[in-house]
């Protein structure tokens, strides 16, 4: 189950129960925003990044699925639903499939177990509306420094200079993530390096100065479990 998150045993019991598991590509997508959702998935292995792309092409993500995590949209009723959001894969792995009538059925029939994952679906939800707040509150830079720290919070490791953050990200793949472009944060990354904010070597980065970033964003010291990536 998500790494975050604690579910009962009858929950993680039925997640576990795939009609069947699927290998996942680097640089496809399990689904896209407008198909009409007909299977919830549990990642196995790999990563996956769920965002959205703007009409006039501007890619937003918002978070970063690796093993145990749901992915994918639900309602409990008869009710037709679409994709809202992108689900891209961004490192070669393997999913379970569910079939959404199958779960739909399973959860109908025990209100706890289905009261628990609406819990972790709305969890979901809570982490992208502080993502969009940080964009719409404090534009470009502080989508950029909030970005960073829900990195050190899913992928940091502390070291003796600071905290490193284990996962290897292009600069796009950041920008995507501020909803910018590459060239805008190359120059953010460059002005955090030259004021020894930052380091970067071999396509990772170190926070020396995780209070800089937190105090320029007016950090609201939000629980973990909302200020991460994954």
């Known amino acids: 189950m998500p790494g975050s998150q604690s ?11 795939v009609d069947h598991k699927m290998p996942i590509k680097k640089n496809t997508f ?18 996956v ?11 937003l993500t918002l978070r970063i699925c690796t093993k145990h995590d749901i992915v994918g949209e639900l309602a409990l009723d008869d009710e037709e639903i679409k994709y809202i959001l992108n689900a891209k894969v961004m490192e070669d792995g393997e999913v ?27 969890l979901n939800y809570r982490r992208d509306q502080t993502k969009f707040r940080d964009l719409v509150l404090h534009g470009k830079k502080g989508a950029l420094y909030s970005t960073l720290i829900r990195l050190s919070n899913s992928y940091g490791e502390k070291k003796q200079d600071g905290i490193l953050l284990n996962i290897n990200l292009t600069n796009q793949e950041l920008a995507n993530f501020c909803g910018t472009s590459r060239e805008s944060v190359n120059r953010l990354l460059n002005e955090l390096k030259r004021n020894e904010i930052i380091g970067m070597e ?6 020396y100065d995780l209070d800089y970033l937190k105090d ?6 939000c629980p973990i479990v909302l200020c991460t990536i994954d």
């Open 49 to 59: 990044q769920i965002g959205k792309i703007s009409p006039d092409g501007r890619e």
């Open 96 to 122: 379970g499939v569910i079939k959404k009538q199958t779960l739909d059925e399973k959860l109908l029939t025990d209100s706890k177990l289905a009261m628990e994952f609406l819990k972790i679906m709305n």
């Open 30 to 47: 399990l689904f896209q925003q407008g198909e009409t959702v007909s299977e919830i998935y549990i990642i196995l292995s790999g990563r």
């Open 202 to 207: 071999k396509g990772k980065i170190t926070i």
């Open 216 to 221: 320029e964003i007016n950090c609201e010291n």
């Open 7 to 17: 579910v009962s045993p009858e929950l993680a019991n039925i997640l576990s129960t």
